[in-house]
């Protein structure tokens, strides 16, 4: 577990550290998103591949008794492992069967990746003036079967569970996204209300008072590097 002097690590494991470590060393050598992804996606195929490093609590819903401060929807957990201030989080979504997150953006760039499960994704493009999505196209995902966020493409989607157990997803985002505001999407109806998911574990300082949020996390140096937000 996370100590004193190390909190950012919620969970504690050495391959955990490792991975976080090839994050901040890539991030120091690569200035576009495009290329940060590019140099972290093998150390991440390696995380989904593994099992050691992702207790079974964490691709698990909560127990009936748990106080979930997650926002996703009661059938939906989010665990967060790891966050380091504004700028980087690490996180499961476990959802069971037949469960849907609602269509939402990200504001930030990203890494998800099936460790369990089979999930569907549907992903979607907003016009630049408006609330009107364009539906792009479905991906059906495996384990090991990962894709990449990368505002403002690629920033829109739901999640769908199809497989007849929990589907448990791997999420490296650059930002602290289960506590920035961000959208989620009524499709039938066009409309797009704040959205801050929170993290079924943790709190959000910022989810509470709905202010000092929308942090973009588009910009690796910006959000890894020494000048923070
Ligand atoms: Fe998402």
């Known amino acids: 577990m996370a100590g004193a002097d190390d909190p950012e690590y919620v969970h504690d494991h050495p391959r955990l550290r490792e991975f976080v470590e090839t994050v901040h060393d890539v991030a120091d050598d690569h200035g576009s998103v495009p290329a940060l992804l590019d140099a972290v996606e093998p150390a991440f195929e390696d995380l989904l591949a593994a099992d050691d490093w992702l207790p079974e609590r964490y691709r698990e819903l909560p127990p009936e008794d748990y106080d979930d401060r997650g926002r996703m929807g009661d059938d939906i957990a989010q665990w967060l492992l790891y966050r380091e201030d504004e700028r980087l989080a690490l996180f499961t979504l476990v959802l069971p069967p037949g469960a849907a997150t609602p269509v939402h953006d990200h504001l930030a760039w990203g890494l998800v990746g099936l460790?369990?499960?089979?999930?569907?994704?549907?992903?979607?493009?907003?016009?630049?003036?408006?609330?009107?999505?364009?539906?792009?196209?479905?991906?059906?995902?495996?384990?090991?079967?990962?894709?990449?966020?990368?505002?403002?493409?690629?920033?829109?989607?739901?999640?769908?569970?199809?497989?007849?157990?929990?589907?448990?997803?791997?999420?490296?985002?650059?930002?602290?996204?289960?506590?920035?505001?961000?959208?989620?999407?009524?499709?039938?109806?066009?409309?797009?209300?704040?959205?801050?998911?929170?993290?079924?574990n943790v709190e959000c300082e910022v989810a509470a008072t709905g202010e000092g949020h929308s942090h973009a996390g588009t910009d690796p140096e910006h959000h890894l590097g020494d000048d923070t937000a």
């Open 115 to 200: 460790h369990g499960g089979r999930q569907r994704e549907t992903f979607y493009r907003r016009a630049d003036d408006g609330t009107e999505l364009t539906r792009l196209r479905e991906e059906e995902m495996g384990r090991g079967d990962y894709y990449r966020l990368v505002p403002p493409e690629n920033d829109i989607h739901a999640v769908e569970t199809v497989s007849d157990e929990p589907s448990v997803s791997v999420h490296l985002l650059g930002a602290d996204v289960g506590c920035i505001e961000r959208h989620a999407y009524d499709t039938a109806e066009d409309a797009v209300d704040p959205f801050v998911s929170g993290y079924t």
